[in-house]
């Protein structure tokens, strides 16, 4: 099972991004999905997460400003960011806890790459 991020970039102050990220390979089904971002010197944070159903979270510092959804037939999930501000700068990951067909009674999680985004004042 691998995850595909991409669409990250460099944005100036109050622009948008939109995240995108697949999941493919020996997939039965995908459970929660989520996205966190690590920024340079800090740890890695959970910014929002979907379960299969479309039920969303998120961290305080963006709310109101990103949206998270899937496409659950793609086995993909997005992040909308708006109003983007400096310190949204980081690398974001996404993750995903999936079934897989040959391990039907277990649960692994996998990560993307990353990718960058960087919003200038």
């Known amino acids: 099972v691998q995850l595909q991020a991409s669409g990250g970039g460099l944005v100036q102050a109050g622009g948008s991004l939109r995240l995108s990220c697949a999941a493919s390979g020996s997939i039965f089904r995908v459970n929660d999905m989520a996205w966190y971002r690590q920024a340079p010197g800090k740890q890695r944070e959970l910014v929002a997460t979907?379960?299969?159903?479309?039920?969303?979270n998120y961290v305080d510092s963006v709310k109101g400003r990103f949206t998270i959804s899937r496409d659950n037939a793609k086995n993909t999930v997005y992040l909308q960011m708006n109003d983007l501000k400096p310190e949204d700068t980081a690398v974001y990951y996404c993750n995903a806890r999936v079934v897989r067909i040959t391990a039907p009674s277990l649960l692994f999680t996998y990560w993307g790459q990353g990718t960058q985004v960087t919003v200038s004042s």
């Open positions: 979907i379960t299969s159903d479309g039920n969303a």
